[in-house]
């Protein structure tokens, strides 16, 4: 993990609040899925921002965000050559199993973020990816791979199924042969939501967890979640313990 300055390559709005940030730098250690970066969005802010590493090719970071406050509206707002500063790559990625071939990736929201990169990481695999959003103008289309079976779930059902994706999920684990593995990356009750369905159906699965942080480097314990360790627990931090956790582990609330 190192802080690096990195140079806006673009920043490319992909649809309804939805952004793609390409940066231009590299890391002296490669990113892999699920792995974040915190970056110093603006002087006037005094957190860093954390968002997952969708993609890193060629000496640039590809970053997806979707605008929820002031961070992420300056962020949208940044120039083609402006300079960010990068603390990254940061945590630990999803575990990946030569053996795992058949893959489930489930993702709500900006949860979608490192899942991309996942995907891109894991092409020799056969995946099936359940997206979920608010609506259809929240999908963000073009930031999908190719050659992945795309299932899309939309509270209002403007678009796939009408619903939840946890529900899409759940219908998909009755309805089609086991996977091998399950990733997740989205909002708490989604993430609780595999957790289960890993237990029912006895697939393993991995989450990336949001908490807010501070931070960001293990330093403040302000971003713990409660974690198994034997016949007790511990908290755990996101930051530098995860953000990916085996669901198994997870004290859910
Ligand atoms: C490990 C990690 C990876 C993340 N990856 C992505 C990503 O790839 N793309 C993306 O769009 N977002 C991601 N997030 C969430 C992102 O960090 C927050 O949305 C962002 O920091 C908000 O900053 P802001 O200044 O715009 O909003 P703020 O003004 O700080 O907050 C605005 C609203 O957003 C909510 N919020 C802020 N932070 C979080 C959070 N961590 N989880 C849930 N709600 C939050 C606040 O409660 C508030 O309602 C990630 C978070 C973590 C911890
Ligand atoms: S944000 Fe400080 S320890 Fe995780």
Known sequence: ????????????NLTRQIYRLELEGSFTTSPVPGQFIHIKVDDRLFLRRPLSIAGYKNNILTLIFQVVGEGTKMLSNKKKGEVLNVIGPVGKGFPINKNWKNILAVGGGTGIAPLIFLIDYLS??????????????????????KGVNYIFATDDGSYGHKGLIS???????RKNEK?????GGGPYELLKKIGELSEKHNIPAFVSMENRMACGMGLCYGCVTKIKSGSVWEYKRVCKDGPVFSTKEIIWE
Do not use: C, W
């Open 124 to 145: 020799h695999s056969r995946t099936t990816f359940l997206y979920g959003a608010r609506s259809r103008q929240y999908i963000a289309f073009t930031a999908l791979p």
């Open 1 to 12: 993990m190192e802080a690096k300055n990195f140079k806006i390559g673009s920043v490319t």
């Open 179 to 183: 996977p091998d593995v399950i990733y």
């Open 167 to 173: 529900k899409t999920t759940s219908d998909f684990l």
